[in-house]
């Protein structure tokens, strides 16, 4: 049985307007560690003079970023339409296969897990993200995961999405 992840996925459909011609586009966010991936699905743009060749294909553009949003990874597929569905069948099937043989262990969960924060520890985590370490890095040093720290992070005004910065102050919190 694999370990627990913090996976957080947030996928949208939206349709987009481009020379006059309504696309339809499918964007998935997934944060894992201290990797976000995006993974975008639309359809081609072309002109008449390219429409048979581009007709019922979609581009499929996946972007792998780290912990500070350095692209480490990137890649577009073209994509038949009539194919997508069994082309993604086949690679999910592959990919869990290559998951289920990758090297490391995945049944060590954090050593702090459930474990109470203290007021020090709260301290520590505000000054080392204000600091600017990272996800990971701080989460190594609680013995924490990383969605646990980035759970944590508003609870001590810190904003887990932009490294080193603050959540803004809400108007009903503010001095007058």
């Known amino acids: ?19 006059m011609t309504n696309v339809e586009a499918h964007r998935t966010h997934i944060r894992m560690g201290s990797t976000t991936y995006d993974v975008d699905v639309e359809a081609l743009e072309f002109d008449e003079a390219e429409y048979a060749e581009h007709a019922g294909r ?8 780290g ?5 480490i990874a990137e890649g577009t597929l073209e994509v038949d339409i009539a194919a997508a569905g069994t082309l993604g069948t086949v690679l999910a099937k592959a990919l869990r296969s290559v998951a289920a043989v990758a090297p490391g262990d995945r049944s060590a969960a954090a050593a702090n897990r459930g474990k109470p924060w203290t007021a020090e520890m709260d301290a520590e985590l505000e000054r080392q993200w204000v600091a600017g370490a990272g996800v990971a890095d701080i989460a190594r040093h609680f013995e924490r995961s990383p969605g646990s720290i ?3 992070l508003p609870r ?7 490294p080193g910065a603050y959540l803004p ?3 009903s919190r503010r001095a007058s």
């Open 1 to 19: 049985m694999g370990a627990e992840v913090d996976v957080e996925i947030r996928s949208s459909e939206c349709l987009a307007w481009r020379n």
């Open 169 to 171: 102050v809400p108007p």
């Open 156 to 162: 001590v005004g810190c904003d887990p999405v932009t």
């Open 58 to 65: 979609v581009a499929v553009n996946v972007v792998a970023a």
């Open 150 to 152: 980035r759970a944590r």
């Open 67 to 71: 912990e500070h949003a350095e692209v």
